[in-house]
C-alpha cells in the first residue's frame, strides 16, 4: 500500500466511523426491501381488487418499474443539500408507500363497484409516485457515499457494494413476502410495517448527518410526526381492513381469514352464506346444490357403481358431499392445496352443516398438495375425477387446464371411469369454454360439454371426459334437488349465442386460456 493511500485510509477511518459505514449500507438493504414491497404489493392488490389476472400484475409491475427508471433520472436534478432530500424522499415514500395498502383497500370499498375507473386513476397514480421516489434513493446514496468514503474506496467498489446490498434486500424480501409477511401480517400491515422501516432510516440519516443538516429541528418533527401516524396506522389495520371488507361484501362477514394462498371470507345474511375467496364469490348456500349436483351426478351416475373417486380442488367438501350420494363409493381422495380450506370446513360450526360433514367422512382421505405435481407422482386408478378448480384467471390455475393436465388425468382414470371439469359460463367466457373442449379432445379423449343455470353465477359450464361416449344415466342418487333424469338431456343443448365455436387446445407452451379468459371477463368487469 503506498503511503499517501494509508494516510488516507486513516484519516477517513477517523473522520467517519467504519461501523457507521456499515450501518449506512445496511440501510440500503432496508431501503431495498421496501422498495420490492411497495412494489409486490401493488400487483398483488391489482389482482385482488381488479381480479386476479396476469394484465393486472404485469401492468402494474411495468408501470412501478418505469416510474423507478423515471425517478433514477429526475436524480441528477437534485444537486444541493443531498441527505436532506434523501431524508425527505425516505420519510415521504414511508408515508405513501406505507398507506398505500390501506388506502386502495378503503377506495376500493367506497368507490362505485360499477365504474373501477376512479380506483383505477388512484391506484396507477400512487404506483407512479411510490416507484418515482424508490427510484430517486439509490443514486442518492450512492453520492452520499461517494462524498464520505470516497477516499477509501473507488467508484467501482461502492457501487459494487451498493448493489450488493440492494440485491440481497430483494432476494430476503422476495421470498418473505408470499410465504411470510402476507399470510402472517395481511397486505395492510405488510406495508405500514415496511413504511416504519423507511420512515427508521430517515431518522438514522437525522442522527448520522445532524451536524450538517440546516434544519435538524424540522426533520426531527417530520420524522416522528410519519412514525407517529405509521404507528397509528399499524394498531389500526385490523379496524381498517374490517371496515373496508364490510363495506365491500355487503352482508356481516362472519369469517376473516388469511391463509398462505388466499384471503378467505364468508358472509352470512338473510339469502344464506357465500364464501369469497380473494374477493370473488365461490358458492352461495341459497343455490351451490344446482353447481354441485351438476358437477359430480353426470359423470359419476353414467359411470355405473363408482367404488374410488378424486376430487381435485373443491376444498370445502360440498362436491365430497355430493360424491358420498353415490352408495357404491368406498373411498374418495380429496386433494387440495390449501389445507386451512379444508380445516375451515372440517371444523366451523356454521360452514360443517353446508358439506352435510363431509370432510369427517371416513370414507374420505385428504391430501394436502398441488393437483398437478400429486398426479404426476402417483399411480392410483379412478372410476370417476371431479375436477372443482377456480377458473383460470393465472398461469398458475391455467396449467390446470392444459393438454398435459389432462393426459394426467387420463391416466389415472379406469377404462370405463368418468371425469369432469368445470369449465367457466359458456355465455360469458364462450371462447373460454370451447378452448377447454378443445384441449380435451386434443388429448384424445372424448369431450361431451353442458351446462345449468346457477342463478349466483349464471349459465356455467362443464366438461365430461371419458374413453368412451357419455349416456343419460338411467337413475340417478336420491334427494336432489335440481338434477332428475329427464331433464339431463336439456343440459346438453347449446342455445345459438352459446354454440360451440372455434377454438385451439390450451398447450402448458402457451396458455392462451388464460389471455382468452381475461379478454372476455374484462368485457363483462371492465
Not at 503506498?2 to 450501518?23: F, L, Q, S
Not at 416504519?196 to 434544519?215: D, K, M, P, Q, S
Request: hydrophobic residues 50%; proline residues 6%; glycine residues 8%.
Amino acid at each position: 500500500m503506498k503511503a499517501g493511500e494509508a494516510a488516507g485510509d486513516t484519516a477517513a477511518g477517523r473522520a467517519w466511523p467504519r461501523p457507521a459505514e456499515i450501518a449506512l449500507l445496511a440501510s440500503v438493504f432496508v431501503v431495498a426491501a421496501c422498495g420490492l414491497v411497495y412494489e409486490l404489493a401493488a400487483g398483488a392488490l391489482a389482482s385482488y381488487l381488479l381480479g386476479d389476472s396476469v394484465l393486472q400484475f404485469s401492468t402494474v409491475i411495468g408501470t412501478y418499474l418505469f416510474a423507478m427508471g423515471l425517478g433514477s433520472w429526475l436524480s441528477r436534478y437534485l444537486e444541493r443539500e443531498l441527505v436532506a432530500q434523501f431524508l425527505r424522499i425516505e420519510l415521504l415514500i414511508a408515508w405513501f408507500g406505507g398507506l398505500m395498502p390501506a388506502a386502495l383497500f378503503a377506495a376500493h370499498s367506497v368507490l362505485p363497484a360499477g365504474h373501477p375507473g376512479a380506483f383505477r386513476v388512484l391506484l396507477y397514480g400512487l404506483v407512479l409516485l411510490i416507484g418515482a421516489l424508490v427510484g430517486l434513493e439509490i443514486p442518492l446514496v450512492m453520492r452520499i457515499l461517494k462524498r464520505h468514503f470516497g477516499a477509501r474506496y473507488a467508484l467501482k467498489e461502492l457501487v459494487s457494494q451498493v448493489l450488493t446490498f440492494d440485491y440481497l434486500g430483494a432476494l430476503v424480501v422476495a421470498v418473505a413476502f408470499p410465504l411470510l409477511l402476507v399470510p402472517q401480517l395481511g397486505l395492510v400491515r405488510t406495508g405500514v410495517f415496511f413504511g416504519l422501516l423507511n420512515a427508521a432510516v430517515a431518522a438514522w440519516a437525522l442522527w448520522l448527518f445532524r451536524a450538517e443538516l440546516r434544519r435538524a429541528t424540522a426533520h426531527a418533527l417530520a420524522c416522528a410526526a410519519v412514525i407517529a401516524g405509521l404507528v397509528a396506522a399499524l394498531l389500526g389495520a385490523d379496524a381498517m381492513t374490517s371496515w373496508a371488507e364490510d363495506h365491500f361484501y355487503g352482508d356481516s362477514i362472519v369469517i376473516r381469514e388469511s391463509s398462505d394462498y388466499q384471503r378467505v371470507v364468508v358472509t352470512a345474511g338473510a339469502t344464506g352464506v357465500r364464501l369469497y375467496l380473494n374477493g370473488n364469490l365461490q358458492f352461495h348456500s341459497r343455490d351451490e346444490y344446482r353447481y354441485h349436483e351438476a358437477l359430480v351426478h353426470p359423470a359419476l351416475a353414467a359411470q355405473g357403481a363408482p367404488r374410488k373417486v378424486l376430487v381435485l380442488g373443491g376444498g370445502d367438501g360440498m362436491a365430497v358431499r355430493e360424491v358420498l350420494r353415490h352408495p357404491s363409493v368406498e373411498q374418495v381422495v380429496l386433494v387440495e392445496l390449501d389445507p386451512h380450506m379444508t380445516r375451515l370446513f372440517s371444523t366451523s360450526e356454521l360452514l360443517v352443516p353446508l358439506n352435510q360433514g363431509a370432510l369427517r367422512s371416513p370414507k374420505l382421505r385428504i391430501v394436502h398438495a398441488d393437483a398437478f405435481t400429486w398426479l404426476e407422482s402417483n399411480d392410483e386408478q379412478f372410476d370417476a375425477i371431479v375436477i372443482d378448480f377456480p377458473d383460470p384467471t393465472n398461469f398458475s390455475l391455467g396449467k390446470l387446464y392444459t393438454t398435459s393436465f389432462y393426459q394426467r388425468v387420463d391416466q389415472h382414470l379406469t377404462a370405463g371411469g368418468f371425469a369432469v371439469v368445470q369449465t367457466t359460463s359458456p355465455l360469458l367466457a364462450r371462447r373460454s369454454f370451447w378452448t377447454v373442449v378443445a384441449t380435451v379432445e386434443a388429448v384424445g379423449l372424448t369431450a361431451t360439454p353442458y351446462h345449468a343455470h346457477v342463478p349466483s353465477f349464471g349459465e356455467w359450464g362443464f366438461v365430461l371426459l371419458s374413453r368412451r361416449p357419455w349416456r343419460v344415466p338411467a337413475a340417478l342418487p336420491p334427494g336432489l334437488r335440481f338434477l332428475t333424469p329427464e331433464g339431463l338431456p336439456a343440459l346438453l343443448q347449446f342455445p345459438p349465442d352459446m354454440a360451440r365455436i372455434s377454438a385451439q387446445p390450451n398447450r402448458l407452451s402457451n396458455q392462451l386460456l388464460v389471455q382468452i379468459f381475461e379478454e372476455e371477463w374484462g368485457k363483462v368487469h371492465p
